[in-house]
């Protein structure tokens, strides 16, 4: 099966990790992460193979020298251009941008085969049209589709299938404003979000990340202990939250007033305590 796309999306402001790369070889650093793109997406759409041998014949066919390109491509994925983890696991190239864009560009396709082990987000809960190689999951999907129901009711499979999918796409925004405001996500950090987004509200956790940034608490401890807190009090919209935050300042302005003595790390623990 093709899996490629014609084209691919560029923006006109890069980022700041294509930006560095730039920076550090010159326009050859930007070409070639530009023609690793057009590898990617020309050929298995959301990923390719990156070994010895396809980096000789890239850099023969790029007119570089292969240890040129093999310290670009290494620089591109200790930036966080390419995955860390799926390049030292399975030797390729692939991000989550990258597979973003393509399962966006190929989602009016009948079908895209796929495989698990390459995946950065669970692309079969977004998008019907995907199929993961060796399971039967659209098959699936059409025998829950077809199942008897009542009248102006859904099955329970459709409910949990919906269920699945809204909190996958929760998830997929969640995991964009971590890595615009944080840092990239790891397959460890990933697990805690996705498990944060079946018990909590996108909207709690989207605002921890806030509240993480403006305490320059940049790490993803920090958050977890305010969705932990927050969520051992009961707190499942964003109202109660402020509700509990304005009554936390309430207190501990007049505790501050009553000690001048108390620090800025005495209050802090005591809001991590309070809530």
Request: glycine share 6%; proline share 1%.
């Given at each position: ?50 070994t010895k041998d396809v980096s ?220």
């Amino acid at each position: 099966m093709n899996n490629s796309i014609p084209y691919f999306p560029l923006d006109v402001h890069l980022d700041d990790k294509i930006e560095l790369i730039e920076a550090e070889f010159g326009l050859k650093g930007f070409a070639v992460v530009v023609k690793l793109f057009q590898k990617i997406y020309g050929g298995q759409g959301y990923y390719c193979e990156w070994t010895k041998d396809v980096s000789l014949l890239f850099s023969k066919q790029t007119g570089l020298g292969y240890n040129d390109v093999s310290e670009i491509v290494s620089a591109a994925v200790r930036r966080g251009i390419f995955d860390k983890t799926l390049f030292d696991k399975y030797s390729i190239l692939t991000s989550r941008g990258v597979q973003k864009r393509y399962f966006e560009a190929v989602s009016r396709r009948k079908k895209v085969e796929v495989k698990r082990e390459y995946l950065l987000f669970n692309v079969d809960q977004i998008y019907k049209n995907v199929c993961i190689l060796g399971e039967d999951v659209n098959i699936s999907r059409e025998n829950a589709s077809i199942l008897k129901q009542s009248k102006g009711k859904k099955s329970k499979v459709e409910k949990r299938t919906e269920e699945d999918s809204n909190t996958a796409m929760v998830l997929e925004k969640i995991i964009d404003v971590y890595e615009k405001n944080i840092a990239p996500v790891t397959p460890i950090i990933y697990e805690g979000l996705n498990n944060w987004c079946k018990c909590i509200s996108g909207e709690i956790i989207e605002w921890a990340i806030g509240e993480a940034v403006r305490n320059n608490k940049g790490n993803y401890k920090y958050i977890d202990a305010i969705l932990k807190n927050h969520h051992n009090a009961g707190h499942k919209t964003m109202s109660e939250v402020t509700d509990s935050n304005r009554a936390f300042k309430s207190q501990s302005e007049f505790e501050f007033n009553d000690d001048k003595n108390l620090s800025y790390d005495d209050l802090e623990k005591m809001m991590m305590n309070s809530m």
